[in-house]
């Protein structure tokens, strides 16, 4: 019987690990975005498809509630008890250890010191047939790939990126020599003694160079950097990105929300519903939502509910600033109401607008929290995501699955994911708007609350096909299947049982 191909996934955030995989594994929990749910479900549907599945990440004990005696008491029974092959491989530096975040200010000391533990230590353990990397964190390990012949994916969540020089990157226990011909330059190198010292490397761009195929978490956002509508995009990786487009080694996987997204049953909501009972569902939580945050309480008041962080510079708070007032004026004879659930820099811009024009009880602006955030998804009519741009978001993924429908801006992912909802309601579910303006946003609140007004047995019918049609369109199991199929089609062979 042929050997099952070993494939090593290394990302620097997860949210939990499949409970074969050690006793630990539940614990390992270092989150900041959709990389985390994404490298989780992808593992957890490789190990219980019987895959040969490996797992890299940094040790970071203080997230993991781990102390150094738990740690050591854990490799030894390990050794002690014979239990086999370890999947989980971490990468130890200090640097690591007492950190109470995945990202702050010493990120790039953060990941040359991860992927030197894994260039010198997992790698030559582990000795995978594929490497599968996760944005520029990891952007070295394509490169070390390469130099070994191993294929390699690497995967782009976002385009943030980091410039390093060789020499700095050895001062980490990197040994460059051994792969720096993989690696991308700000100029063209002529040896490696001549770029050691002053010719920087983008992690992102070298990650992308080296990789056998790299995949976006949307299809539109990769024709969108391919095709230059983004300025913000460095031009070394929109080169780069499009040099392995146009060789066909580049492709758009959506990412997927936590399982944990279900209204049937999520304990952060005061009443759990399915598609049967959606209407019913959504009115209790409404009433408890208006309650907890000072709005209201009205049954029949529509609510557009703000979940994203209140960033200008990519989710377009300021869109919504601009006719927040004219928008609550304008519907006041049915008591539209806003619930912005979010941090942010932009906040204290809502809250002064609220209190110059006497908003209060219409308009609600409180600070993210988890539970809140999902009741907000269940109490709410309408979600508001009018970003700039979107390399694949979740919030427009997760509402649906509430009953919740989205009014969002036509980019990235969202184009992906968002349909305009049809005029008899049997196609589409939510609101999407072209142009990136104020205008375009009160285009798509106009669209959506004149959905709102009709027959609440119409809007029953509507909302509960598209609850249906998310579970089974935005989850887990459908992301990971598309990986599975990227790794089987640069193998050549099935990765499973």
Known sequence: MPKKPTILVVTPEITYLPEGMGNMAQRMSAKAGGMADVSASLVSELYDQGADIHVALPNYRRMFHMDVQEMFDREYERVKENLGIERIHLAEDRIFYHRDEVYADENLQVALAFQREVINHIIPLVRPDLIHCNDWMTGLIPAVARRFDIPCLMTLHNIHTQKVSMAEMEDRG????????????????????????????????????????????????????????HDFVPEAIKKELANKNWAGCASGILNAPDVSYDPAKDSAIDVQYDDTNVMKGKAANKKKLQETIGLNVNPDAPILFWPSRLDPMQKGCQLLADIIYQVVADYSDIDLQVAIIANGSFQVHFQNIVNLHGLQGRVSIVDFNERLSRLGYAGSDFMLMPSRFEPCGLPQMVSPKYGTLSIAHDTGGIHDTVEHLNHDGKFGNGFRFEDYSPEGLRWGIDEAIRFYKWADFDKERVLSRIMKESAERFNHKTTASAYIERYETMLGCKVGS
């Open 174 to 229: 990197v040994d460059t020599a051994v792969f720096w011909e993989y690696l991308y330059f700000e100029r063209q190198p002529h040896s490696y003694e001549e770029s050691r010292l002053n010719n920087g490397t983008d992690l992102l761009a070298s990650g992308i160079f080296a990789a056998d195929h790299v995949n976006t978490v949307s299809q539109t956002f990769l024709h969108e950097v391919v095709e230059g509508r």
